[in-house]
């Protein structure tokens, strides 16, 4: 038996009932207003039924409803279909949240006042009659209204904890359904892939741009699906012209009649270049370590090499034809030692200290300075700047740049300094930087000069960190050769 069988069982409730209800109709509807209106001046006179109620147009529909629901008590018919909608008006109360204490205070009118109507209105056996079988399915009707209130409570409530966990997870997931279509998704979806994610679009559109040609993922994913298996991808990464992103991808196929599989993204291009940054530091640690071995070993006999160098050429005459080949070993001597100096200062870098810089007269400085050895070179300095930083260490990378920029343009050309706020441009008007070694231009031992050590950039980048900035290479430079750009902390 259904509950509302069971109800009626309990209660006695049968055809009698019904006929002496509907015969009870022809007294009840002209006073059907006036119940209604003295049901909503209570609701409203209480504090707490009175703020669920959100506008006076809200409390008049609600008036229309209440006059049906009048109707149907009284004349039924009380079958399946209504006690429905009963457990429909339970679930509403939840979902507008009204406690049901208020249902069953409400209840009371509205049985007071037709309890009242029946004696009133018809005979005293009629009237105790009529007043039983209006308890009977004013007991049904609160039964079934408030029956729902814990389920629908609950169904609430874990609404609202699901919320919460889509709201505040920190993974990216995304519910698809059978026709690509995206049913739901976590917040941090929202937040990593941005306006391509909507509900209702395709999960395609939702990716990150290259993520699904980079491992095929629109095949992989239906391969899987249909095996009905898990898809892992551990890390895909997608390039574009400047920047990597790596991501790891999972796929759970689902057994649910709408959302057929799971997509779980996580961007790893933090994690990837923390461990990358971890792994180089530890790299440059043991460099530093045998740098500083080789730079002891070399710096006493080239010292040596070229105190004999110099007394041997010093007591030759100016045509001896050896004296050239001395001359040329005597270069090559100085060259090492300006490697044993570059490696040593690689090996340990200096601390800095951060004191607020002008960074134009430093500018000045250094390229009126450079100019008399490179008559050729067209030296510029535009802009002011600011920087909170180490003087030295500032002069050190600049002096790197510019020498760098004047070997670019083979001692003939433009090297502009362009300085704004905190940074410091350096660009010329030489071929550039080829693009096998941009990404690893800062590395140690990587030049593309035939004569470099391969240093000066490394010691630079070192420089700027110790200082708290950066030193990088911008995509594109204002004289369309090579742009480095020093990063420092503003003042
Ligand atoms: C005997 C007690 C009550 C009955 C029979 C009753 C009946 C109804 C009905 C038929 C609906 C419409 C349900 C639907 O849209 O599916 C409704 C909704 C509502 N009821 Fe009641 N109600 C009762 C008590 C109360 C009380 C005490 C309040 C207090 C303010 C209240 C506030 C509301 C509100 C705010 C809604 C939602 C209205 C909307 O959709 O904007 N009800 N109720």
Redesign the pocket.
Known sequence: MDALGEMKDWLGYGPEDTERLRAFWDFAQPEIDGIVEHFYRE?QRHEG??Q??TSPH?IQ??KS??QV?LSEVIQGPHDEAYAHRRQ??GR??VE?G?PEL??FT??YL?EDDLLALARSSLSPEDAIATCRSLRKVLTMDLAL?TGTYVLSRERKQLDVLQGLLVEHLRVCVILVDSDDIVLSATRAATRLLGDRLTFGGRWQDAMPIGLIDACDLEIQLKRSLKRRQRLTLPRVDVTSSSTTRCFRIEMTPLSHPTATFLLHLEDLTDAVALEARMQRAEALAQLGTLSTAVAHELRNPLAGISGVLQVITSGMDEDEPHRTILTKVEAEVRRLDALVSDLLSFARPKKATLVPISMRPLALEITSMLQPDWPRIQFEVRGEGKALADEDQVRQILHNLLRNAVDAVEGSGCVQIDLEDARIFVSDDGPGVPPEVRRSIFEPFVTTKSRGTGLGLAISAQAADAMDGALALADQGPLDGACFVLMLRPV
């Open positions: 609701v039924s009175a669920v109620l809200q529909r609600l409803t209440l629901w429909a008006i509403r109360h507008v009204l208020y249902t409400a209840m509205v209204m």
